[in-house]
């Protein structure tokens, strides 16, 4: 598993913190789903309500059906707005035309013909705690979006 992040510096401190524990909060989906442990992955430290049932839901099906996947997933066009000191929201979208289904039963790895719904839109919600962490609280995709395909 690659995850490819670009735009990682905006020259604004505050923006430049949420890329970075976007970062990090993606990072911790992917750990959870490639280890196959929902509890020490770190999801419950940078997500909250609606979106940490979400992402969780989805490392546990993962889990379940004993899948992960291979590969590199780029996430691009990641954009923030930032509303006050401790509420912001961050756009990006996600291509998956690098990545394929992986069995971790056989351990073979299936690969998924690059289609629109290989591209992924995201729009979150995050909030600031108060040690300064951007938590992701709400978590919309859209598969397929025409806004992130090439």
């Known amino acids: 598993m690659t995850l490819d992040f670009e735009g990682q510096q905006t020259g604004d401190a505050t923006k430049d913190a949420i890329?970075?524990?976007?970062?990090r909060a993606v990072s911790t989906v992917w750990q959870a789903v490639a280890s196959g442990d929902l509890k020490k992955s770190g999801m419950g430290f940078y997500y909250t309500d609606t979106a940490l049932r979400a992402v969780y839901d989805y490392a546990k099906n993962n889990n379940a059906?004993?899948?992960?996947?291979?590969?590199?997933l780029r996430y691009f066009d990641r954009q923030v707005t930032v509303f006050d000191k401790t509420t912001a929201a961050l756009t990006y979208c996600v291509d998956e035309s690098n990545a394929n289904v992986k069995d971790l039963k056989t351990n073979k790895v299936n690969?998924?013909?690059t289609s629109p719904d290989s591209y992924v839109y995201y729009n979150t919600g995050v909030k600031k705690d108060k040690e300064g962490v951007w938590h992701i609280w709400q978590l919309h995709e859209d598969r397929g979006s025409k806004r992130c395909q090439p």
Request: net charge negative.
């Open 19 to 23: 890329l970075a524990d976007n970062e």
């Open 65 to 72: 059906n004993k899948t992960s996947w291979a590969g590199t």
């Open 111 to 113: 690969v998924v013909e």
